[in-house]
């Protein structure tokens, strides 16, 4: 069956731009959660998605926010981009959380 | 809240020697905690996870994990390491169920392994 997808792979955005990043989870899963990933910080929460509500969130600014459809598929937006938003962000899905989850490959977002 | 511990930032091993990584937890109720992978430029794999019954739990790539209750820990362990084993290494822990607060799923800070040839 097929994984997690995570569109685009890469990407290069300039300071002050805004970015959509999507996620389309494994057939059946309906909780999403993202995570920033920085060689100085690890691995941060950023959200977690369950049924189209957002069922938990990290401590990051409003400029990070997301949203997840009636598919499950979910999609996490960047406004007014800076240097240090430059990161791998992974997503990961899962039946429920002690089931383990499954991640997609990433995004790894530039900002420039 | 729960949360993950991972003592050792790095992990330096020689090939066919076996390696440990360290993970210890704190949560309230009855664990579940996981092991995944990370090779470069890439998304997290997971290896294995610990819900309920034997303390030695088998995974993926001839890896396993052995639950500690009374230590809070849940080291990953491989009789003998491969080079291809070097990667990043996380240990993991749920939210037990019924409790609704806080991340569904705590990561620790990462352990990286290299495996010398």
């Known amino acids: 069956k097929a994984g997690v997808t995570q569109t685009p792979r890469y990407l290069i955005k300039t300071r002050g731009q805004q970015v959509t990043l999507s996620c389309s989870p494994i057939?059946?899963?309906?909780?999403v959660s993202w995570y920033q990933q920085t060689p100085g910080q690890g691995l941060q929460f950023l959200f977690e998605?369950?049924?189209?509500?957002?069922?938990n969130k990290g401590n990051f600014p409003g400029r990070f926010s997301g949203r997840q459809f009636s598919n499950s598929r979910s999609e996490m937006n960047v406004s007014t981009l800076e240097l240090g938003d430059s990161a791998l962000y992974l997503c990961?899905?899962?039946?429920?959380?002690?089931?383990?989850?499954?991640f997609g490959s990433g995004t790894r977002l530039t900002v420039v | 809240a729960q949360s993950v511990a991972q003592p050792e930032d790095q992990v330096n091993v020689a090939e066919g020697n076996p390696l440990t990584v360290k993970c210890t937890y704190s949560?309230?109720?009855?664990?579940?905690l996981f092991w995944y992978v990370q090779y470069p430029n890439r998304g997290l794999q997971f290896l294995l996870k610990?819900?309920?019954?034997?303390?030695l739990v088998k995974g993926s790539y001839g890896f396993e994990a052995e639950f500690n209750k009374s230590q809070t820990s849940f080291h990953l362990k491989k009789p003998s390491a491969l080079v291809s084993d070097s990667a990043l290494y996380f240990c993991?822990?749920?939210?037990?169920?019924?409790?609704?607060?806080?991340?569904?799923?705590?990561f620790g800070p990462g352990t990286r392994l290299s495996v010398l040839p």
């Open positions: 998605y369950f049924s189209e509500t957002q069922r």
């Open positions: 057939s059946g899963h309906r909780s």
């Open positions: 993991a822990v749920a939210r037990p169920p019924g409790d609704n607060y806080g991340q569904n799923f705590v």
């Open positions: 990961a899905s899962s039946f429920g959380a002690n089931y383990g989850y499954t």
């Open positions: 610990y819900i309920t019954g034997d303390n």
């Open positions: 949560v309230s109720g009855n664990p579940y």
